[in-house]
């Protein structure tokens, strides 16, 4: 009867200790600063991933988000999937591109300058 117990409690605890943990969305924080480095706000900030086309299915998967940049020159974005996404920011006649890499459950931060 000991035996099955022990038994018993090597099985629950097996379960518990390889349950999966739930992943977080991937974050980003794009600050756009001027070429002093000072906040803009109002910046119009584009995360996009290029047109992706799963071989077997056919599926396009086009990944897009607009958000315009807060007084600390911020702009916060939240995605389901890690992904590589072009940034693209506009405000009046300057502008700048770059590229960003989300991870699963982190929240990844990166700096443009706006020229």
């Known amino acids: 009867m ?5 038994i018993l409690l090597i099985a629950i605890t097996a379960v518990t200790a390889s349950s999966c943990k739930k992943t977080k969305p ?3 924080v794009i600050t756009v600063v001027d070429s002093l480095g000072d ?3 109002g910046a119009k900030v584009i ?4 047109s992706v086309v799963n071989a077997q299915t056919g599926v396009r998967a086009d990944l897009y ?3 315009f940049s ?8 939240e995605f389901e999937w890690e992904a590589v996404l072009n940034v693209e ?16 459950s982190e929240e990844i931060r990166k700096t443009v300058v706006l020229k």
């Not at 000991?2 to 022990?6: D, E, I, V």
């Not at 807060?70 to 974005?77: I, M, N, P």
């Not at 920011?89 to 699963?104: F, G, M, P, T, V």
């Open 70 to 77: 807060a007084g600390t020159g911020e702009a916060f974005f």
């Open 39 to 41: 906040p803009v706000a």
């Open 2 to 6: 000991l035996r099955y117990a022990f």
């Open 47 to 50: 995360l996009r991933q290029d």
């Open 65 to 67: 988000q607009e958000q």
């Open 26 to 28: 991937c974050k980003a």
């Open 89 to 104: 920011i506009s405000k009046d006649a300057l502008s700048a591109k770059d590229y960003i890499r989300l991870e699963q």
